[in-house]
């Protein structure tokens, strides 16, 4: 299951029972689905637990963003999508933040599927209605999914295996599958944005018919809590919430939605960002520098209270964290496991964690990394015989060495930048004039690392400096967020600096991330180019893993082929986000388990 866009959500301590969604038993309508155990909420229930019902109504809150838009339009892969269109529309279902996967009605009041899973139905609410007061129908459902596949190469991977989408009933939206089993395809069907309709089909105010295959900047009408109320293009954008919204005192609406008005002003500087959060006119501020949350405290509003500052475990309990430098293997000069094995031993993360992060920082060594789905030490039991009903077609250290990154820093640093070099020798590399080249060509090894924001230069640049003590002409290049976005949909670079987030519920998406058949796919998660037959089978085990135990050892397996390979160079991440905010925001004393809950269930005390 993809994560969803709220921000980056440790494991269970204990593996809870697998059991496919709730009500694939029988196929009866049901409230809810889980994708592991039982929903936590029953028929009826009031309210999510983690909420304050009683939370006060009102206040415009103020946030940031880094970067530029140009586009409200979130069909597309396309253009630079402003922030905060999740608060326009509904989806059919709304995921609960104290489960790992569970999801609840909300455009939809029920679902059902057969016990194969050949298809799922689901029942919209008759009061669900759109801005305008006309009723969300089954043919807006029909008209999103539709086009989301269509314009969205990621939908269209996402959902490869839903085949159809028709209405079956007044209310009623049936989609089906073009093949059996898959648990999962029900559940993520409750995501996708739902769009209206007759809106798209319909003018502008200059009588101009509306394109959904294009960009746009004209507000969008939605059936969700706010409205957009004004655009400024690339800098500003302000929601402001609806007092006739139709689902308002749904129970998964409860105690949430409490601004007024929420507003995002973007910035082209992070440094820039933070002095506007010092200053007063940003409310929060999430910062992802271990070192600046370190040193760049010490102001007045600190002193007297008016900043409060917490670091939340909470978003990280059910995600697993792969942060990564990716070499595109689409390039002839990255498909030589040496050379990317080589280019690890060049990441001295050691040094970079005393020198610029105060020791704050854990290397990461697992695409699941810090949940209970890391593969570790050698493999054992069901992961084990699955590794052997493969074992020529993976690496054969999966059986004989644990995966470890190189540990660096002083002295071990220089010796990793010797072995680098060996690696690069055995790959048909040397050195020439200080300069590392082919020993065929002359061609001097070239790495350009390409980023969407300076405030990751500080951490790439010791990198650089250590490739380039190695004899490679290896640069940064820093590009605009909307030149970034289309380079990497077209492949277009050298390295990348990705982060994939997991849930503890993997699924269809991994095909996307790792699949062969994603590797050439426009938009595609697949920054590495990985295209590997015993990956694909992987893959597969894990989306029709027949319950929790084989699911687990597929995604082990999966995690150990995956290191083995070396597709990427692991850098480090925090166990905690670090959130600075004014006293005015308060939050209930309880977060979400697996959240922030942040914007969703704070709220702002007037008097403060």
Known sequence: ?????????????????????????????????????????????????????????????????????????????????????????????????????????????????????????????????????????????????????????????????????????????????????????????????????????????????????????????????????????????????????????????????????????????????????????????QDNSASHWATAYDFPAIATGEVVREEIENPLRAVGIMQALVPNMRLDKFKDVRVRRALNFAFDFEGLNTTLAHNQLTRVDSYFWGTELASSGLPEGREKEILEGMRDKVPPEVFTTPYTNPVGGGTKARENLRQALTLFREAGYELKDRKLVKTETGEQLSIEILLASSSLERSVLPYISSLKDLGIDARIRTVDGSQYQNRVRSFNYDMIWVVWAQTLNPGNEQAGYWGSKAVEREGSRNYAGIADPAIDELVRMVIFARDRDEQVAAIKALDRVLLAHHYVVPLFYSKAVKLAFRKSLAHPAELPYYSTGFPEVWWMNQGQ
Do not use: C
């Open 1 to 285: 299951m993809i994560i969803r866009l709220a921000p980056l959500l440790l494991a269970l301590a204990t593996l809870i029972p697998f059991s496919p969604p709730a009500l694939a038993q029988d196929g009866g309508w049901r409230h809810a689905t889980s994708m592991i155990g039982e929903p936590k909420y029953p028929q009826g229930f009031a309210r999510f637990d983690y909420v304050n019902p009683d939370a006060p109504k009102g206040g415009t809150l103020r946030l940031s963003e880094d970067g530029t838009f140009d586009s409200l339009n979130p069909i597309l892969a396309k253009g630079e999508l402003v922030v905060g269109l999740g608060l326009v529309f509904d989806t059919l279902m709304k995921s609960s933040d104290d489960e790992i996967s569970s999801s609840y009605g909300l455009l939809a009041e029920s679902i059902s599927f057969p016990e194969d899973i050949s298809q799922a139905t689901f029942r919209l609410r008759a009061e669900a209605k759109w801005a305008d007061g006309v009723p969300v129908t089954p043919e807006d459902v029909i008209f999103s999914f539709t086009k989301a596949k269509e314009l969205n190469p990621l939908q269209a991977n996402y959902y490869a295996h839903v085949v159809s989408a028709e209405k079956t009933g007044d209310l009623e939206v049936t989609f089906t599958f073009d093949e059996i089993n898959n648990r999962e395809l029900p559940q993520i069907l409750g995501q996708f944005l739902i769009l209206p309709e007759h809106w798209w089909e319909g003018t502008n105010a200059a009588g101009t018919t509306r394109d959904i295959g294009r960009t746009t900047l004209e507000p969008l009408m939605g059936s969700g809590p706010y409205r957009i109320a004004s655009v400024t293009a690339g800098s500003k954008i302000r929601y402001e919430r609806r007092d006739d919204y139709w689902a308002r005192d749904l129970n998964v609406n409860v105690g949430q939605h409490n601004f007024d008005a929420i507003e995002y002003t973007y910035f082209s500087d992070r440094n820039v960002e933070f002095e506007a959060f010092r200053a007063g006119t940003v409310d929060y501020y």
